[in-house]
């Protein structure tokens, strides 16, 4: 496929994840997830571009849920900034995510990943203010409000 992508010169997300879905669980050990997720997307990174993928059609996406338990996400989400330091555009996908499930479930019942839009547009309006390039989201309607509430308040608290 990355053949492909350099021949067709097409933007491609690179997502960080160790294992397929059916195995990803076995494949959670990090010394860091911050500095580890780092360098193995930068790594994903200089493989892609030694195939010929221009640099500048690659994002990349932390991969949250794949191979991380719930507060490995919450400490990339945390550190987006050192993500950032990679020099790409970044992709977030926490849309109806069991680790958002379990936050708002405040030790009660886990509401089902259709209950967990608000939760979801509170994490893209999050990544948005941290200079998320996109957030892959399943309700587009309450994530694009909560965006665009913090931009305007992003926006009244920078001068001029």
């Known amino acids: 496929m990355v053949a492909l992508v350099a021949e067709a010169r097409t933007p491609y997300v690179a997502m960080h994840w160790r294992a397929p879905s059916d195995r990803m669980h076995r494949h959670t050990a990090y010394r860091d997830v911050v500095t580890d997720v780092v360098a193995e ?53 926490a849309s109806r995510k069991s680790f958002l499930g379990t936050a708002v479930a405040g030790g009660g019942a886990v509401p089902a990943p259709r209950d967990r839009d608000a939760a979801s547009a509170a994490v893209s309006a999050l990544a948005a203010v941290a200079g998320v390039y996109c957030v892959r989201v399943h309700d587009v309607r309450s994530s694009l409000q909560a965006v665009r509430v913090a931009a305007a308040w992003s926006g009244a608290a920078s001068p001029g």
């Open 41 to 93: 997307l930068r790594a994903r990174l200089d493989r892609l571009v030694a195939a010929g993928v221009e640099p500048g059609r690659v994002l990349l996406d932390p991969g949250l849920g794949f191979a991380k338990r719930p507060e490995h996400n919450w400490q990339l989400l945390a550190r987006l900034d050192a993500l950032q330091a990679l020099g790409r555009p970044l992709v977030v996908g």
